[in-house]
């Protein structure tokens, strides 16, 4: 489970360094498109350098401070300034702004100046793409930088932007304080006009309600209806009282309780005395009855006493309780009186509110404009104040001096620009190219483009002479080349079914792909393994295998299918090659499509079947004419060659579907003429290294017995 887990990590690897090795191949196979094309670039930037003109840049500094307060700043006249970072903000593009920038090209005639007499060019834009302003972070100092090829006019320009800048900054705050005094004073006139007038509109008001005072402590009404509040209140709690006292004394009687027994009798004071003076008349007259008789004088004169001071209480009590009743009947009298009174004051009072409303609406203006005017006063007298001492909240912190060396052009970074640029424009060339290049170049275009078997590779073979391409595998059988047709040999003879196999086709798209030399060279290792093996030039029309074998006879192919000759015998070579013999063309036909079509063929093919065990058939190209198609349907079996990097991938896959479209059978491709010591060694360096190993060894036998060393051959490509 651990290997199936780790096991994709090591593929990814794989195939990431192949790409990498890829695009290392890209650069170097079209290397010197790189070279050329960085060296322009290099060039170009130098090139630039010399004749680019040197550009100065000076620098000033200035120190824009918080503005605390704006002269406008008043609360009854609210124009407040905005909020601080908008304030810089605001500045910075003043600075940059038309206006100013005008007034210095003015100052300065700049409209004159060469660098910027251009014809149709906008002078105040070009003078403002000159200047930056570069804020200090973290901090009210701005560096305001202007560029020139004149190192002291672009310190001159730097000095007098900004100046200029803080002196209009300084002429608009003046004139601001001038105009806000102006407007100060006319609305302190205003103002104290409008105050005079609520005012007295206050006092004619006050007149003609005939009122001393609406204010609460002065208010005569309200103090007399508070007054009544308190009488009244104390006027309602008497008279319930009496008329409790009544209610409670006439429920006693009711209940027939002796007057003299009423506690409110008894406790008046002089009915107290009169009890008083009864207990003791009554103990006399008691006294007195024991002794006497009715009709003794003391007795009669005490009963009669007695009675008197009875009738007395009793008169005096039933006095009591008709004072109590007349006192609550006042008492009440009085209550509803006072209640009167109460009600004619809130009468008067809310009259006297409904005439408040007014008052207060008069008193108010009055106060607003008391307060408006007071304000006014005393930001006039600020104002004055301020506009004696102005000061800027903006300076000069550091002037512009003329720069000793030019920003422009930058040469370190030119340069480094220009090498940069030059790799990054010749490998994106190298790539463009890579991409639009669509020649087919290794086994996987085979497979993927032509969905074809791969059958090998064919070396570049570094002689311009066809003896020595075609007859490679028997004149060098242990070079690269030779081994690279046996490996061709022996991926047919492992297809499937292999015996069937005994005609095989050999064509190619188009001409120079090198498909005689493959035809020739996969003759001569057929017969090296032991099979008789015949090669015959199907090419009729630009035949070759004569030139390569140096056989010139006017007889060939052509003589026995235009019946010529009667018997192929005569027109079979031998050759020095064990197991081959060759059958030329001979002279060019004039209609080599119907002579390749005839039965002839037919037959000539039937009698080489029966007496070879293999046979080679060099066809003309595909795409030039239609003596392949015809010569391949003959034939068991078609080997498609390719030359490397030289046919289009959409030429040979139509070349190949009109084979497959005629029912033929296309055993697999070759691909001829690749150099594996040169450009194209990335494709296949590991075949080339495997293959000159096994040479070399071969080669190191071979050489044993004598130290030879052959001239070197001229360089070629495989294919004629």
């Not at 070349?655 to 990335?682: C, M, P, T």
Request: with cysteine; hydrophobic share 35%.
């Amino acid at each position: 489970m651990d290997n199936d887990t780790f096991s994709p990590e090591p593929q990814n690897i794989a195939e990431e360094t192949v790409n990498l090795r890829h695009y290392w191949h890209i650069i170097l196979e079209r290397r010197w498109l790189v070279v050329a094309a960085f060296i322009s670039v290099f060039v170009l930037s130098i090139i630039y350098l010399f004749k680019a003109t040197p550009i100065y840049q000076a620098s000033a500094r200035i120190q824009i401070n918080r503005e605390n307060e704006s002269v406008w700043r008043i609360d009854a006249l609210t124009l407040t300034g905005n909020q601080e970072q908008d304030y810089l903000q605001t500045q910075y593009k003043n600075l940059l702004s038309r206006s100013l920038i005008q007034s210095v090209i003015n100052q300065l005639k700049l409209d004159k100046d060469e660098h910027y007499a251009r014809q149709g060019v906008d002078l105040i834009k070009a003078v403002a793409d000159d200047i930056q302003i570069v804020p200090i972070r973290l901090s009210r100092l701005v560096d305001v930088k202007t560029e020139h090829p004149d190192r002291r006019k672009a310190a001159l320009i730097a000095n007098t932007l900004v100046t200029t800048f803080i002196q209009k900054n300084q002429t608009l705050k003046s004139k601001e304080s001038a105009d806000l005094a102006a407007f100060l004073e006319q609305e302190a006139t205003t103002q104290k006009s409008k105050l005079e007038n609520a005012q007295e509109r206050l006092q004619s008001y006050s007149l003609k309600e005939n009122n001393v005072s609406f204010e609460d402590a002065e208010n005569i009404v309200l103090q007399a209806l508070k007054s009544y509040q308190q009488e009244s209140t104390r006027a309602r709690t008497e008279a319930v009282t009496a008329q409790q006292i009544i209610d409670e004394v006439t429920q006693m009687l009711e209940n027939g309780a002796a007057i003299e027994t009423i506690p409110y009798v008894q406790k008046d004071p002089e009915i107290g005395m009169m009890h008083r003076e009864l207990v003791l008349i009554e103990a006399k007259f008691n006294g007195l009855k024991k002794r006497y008789k009715s009709k003794y004088p003391d007795y009669q004169q005490t009963a009669e006493e007695l009675n008197t001071l009875r009738e007395s209480i009793a008169h005096h009590s039933a006095s009591l309780i008709q004072s109590l009743s007349n006192n609550a009947v006042i008492a009440k009298q009085n209550a509803d009186k006072l209640q009167r009174l109460v009600r004619e004051q809130e009468d008067k009072q809310l009259d006297l509110k409904k005439t408040k409303i007014g008052y207060d609406v008069f008193k108010r203006d009055a106060e607003q404009c008391d307060l408006l005017y007071k304000t006014v006063l005393g930001r006039l007298k600020e104002t004055d104040i301020t506009s004696k001492k102005q000061s800027s909240n903006m300076l000069i912190v550091d002037s512009a001096d003329p720069p000793i060396k030019p920003i422009k052009p930058r040469k370190v970074l030119t340069i480094l620009l220009g090498i940069i640029g030059g790799l990054a424009v010749a490998i994106g060339l190298a790539f463009f190219v890579n991409y639009l290049d669509d020649s087919i170049k290794s086994q996987d275009d085979v497979e993927t483009y032509l969905r074809l078997s791969f059958l090998g590779y064919v070396p570049n073979i570094k002689t311009n002479s066809v003896v020595e391409r075609d007859l490679q595998s028997h004149l060098h059988p242990q070079s690269n080349a030779a081994e690279g047709f046996r490996t061709i040999r022996a991926t047919i003879s492992l297809t499937h079914k292999p015996e069937k196999c005994r005609v095989l086709a050999v064509t190619s798209t188009i001409p120079s792909e090198g498909k005689s030399l493959v035809a020739s060279n996969l003759a001569i290792v057929t017969a090296q393994t032991g099979l008789k093996t015949l090669l015959v030039d199907a090419d009729l029309r630009r035949p070759s295998v004569h030139k390569a074998y140096q056989l010139h006879s006017p007889t060939g192919l052509s003589s026995y299918l235009s019946e010529e000759i009667n018997s192929a015998d005569n027109i079979v070579h031998r050759t020095e090659v064990p197991n081959l013999e060759v059958v030329c063309c001979g002279s060019v036909p004039t209609t080599p499509s119907e002579l390749i079509g005839s039965k002839r063929m037919q037959q000539f093919l039937q009698q080489a079947r029966e007496r070879y065990d293999r046979i080679v058939l060099d066809c003309p190209p595909i795409s030039a004419v239609s003596d392949p198609l015809i010569i391949s349907a003959m034939s068991d079996g078609v080997v498609f060659v390719t030359k490397f990097n030289k046919i289009r991938r959409e030429h040979a896959r139509k070349s190949v579907q009109r084979l497959q479209n005629a029912g033929i059978h296309i055993l697999g491709v070759v691909l001829n003429d690749i150099d594996f010591e040169g450009k194209d060694s990335y494709y296949y360096s590991y075949y080339y290294y495997q293959n000159r190993y096994y040479a070399s060894h071969y080669k190191s036998r071979a050489e044993k017995p004598k130290d030879k060393v052959e001239p070197a051959l001229p360089k070629s490509r495989n294919g004629h």
